[in-house]
């Protein structure tokens, strides 16, 4: 039951002024048991759209996704509650103008008692080295901060699963590493989409995307392989390095 099940899923969009829908994910099934995954994969190849169905932000337009055997349209709430989704821009979910804050508020519906709640948020705040942080703007933090922060407010909760969408795009070199080792370290099940091979290759399982198709699923180095191939070939009626006309 402990498990992130897709059965015979696709999603489809219909583009404005379209009458055919896109196919933004094809037909394809999967069941999610390992601890660390990773979806790698162009720009555009559907990594998104992907991790969008585990809690439910996207739902499919044919089969259907569970968590932990709550499906992810019926049953959302229960899903949502089980998923913590952390997503590339930390701004864009960090609502609060302090850290402290957002945590508070990330708190608000686990724990009633304020006082209660204040101090678990202190808790947690210090657990990934942000308690120096808590009451300084988020504007004022580095990228890499305020990429943790989101990750402790998400994790607050408790959720048994988290998804991270591309969490190191915006980091250097340091902050990753610290992204990496927090990571490395979590209890969850977490499923990673991301670019960065390094943090690819710490997955136990990893999907390449591409054009919607799950090309490749298996271990992480055979799937860092495959990427590496697919970003080798060139792309379809690119002329570049075509010096003849
Ligand atoms: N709601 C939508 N409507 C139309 N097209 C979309 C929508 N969401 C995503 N797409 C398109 O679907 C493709 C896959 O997007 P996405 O899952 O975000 O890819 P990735 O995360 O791998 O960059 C892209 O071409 C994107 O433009
Ligand atoms: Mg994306």
């Known amino acids: 039951m402990n498990s992130i099940s897709f059965s015979r899923v696709s999603v489809r969009v219909t583009v404005d002024g379209s009458d055919t829908p896109k196919t933004l994910l094809h037909d394809f099934s999967l069941n999610l048991t390992e601890r660390r995954i990773g979806v790698i994969g162009a720009n555009g190849s559907g990594k998104s759209t992907l991790l969008r169905l585990i809690n439910g932000l996207v739902e499919p337009s044919e089969g259907s996704v569970a968590v932990h055997g709550d499906n992810t349209v019926a049953d959302v709430r229960r899903v949502r509650g089980n998923v913590g989704f952390v997503f590339t821009d930390p701004l864009s979910q960090l609502v609060m103008p302090t850290g402290r804050e ?22 947690v705040l210090d657990r990934f080295g942000l308690l120096h942080l808590a ?94 191939e697919l970003c080798a070939a060139p792309l379809p009626g690119a002329r570049l390095g075509d010096v003849s006309k």
């Open 135 to 228: 009451d300084q703007s988020i504007y004022e933090l580095s990228g890499g901060e305020r990429q943790l922060l989101a990750l402790a407010a998400v994790l607050a909760v408790e959720p048994a699963v988290l998804v991270l969408d591309e969490p190191s795009t915006l980091l250097d070199l340091r902050n990753r590493e610290l992204l990496r080792r927090t990571v490395a370290g979590l209890g969850q099940q977490v499923i990673m989409s991301t670019h960065d091979l390094d943090l690819a290759l710490d997955m136990d399982r990893v999907l390449v995307v591409e054009a919607g198709r799950i090309v490749f699923d298996g271990d992480a180095a055979g799937g860092v392989a495959r990427y590496r």
């Open 102 to 123: 957002d945590v508070e508020l990330s708190l608000r519906r686990s724990i009633r008692n304020s006082k209660e709640r204040a101090a678990r948020a202190e808790v």
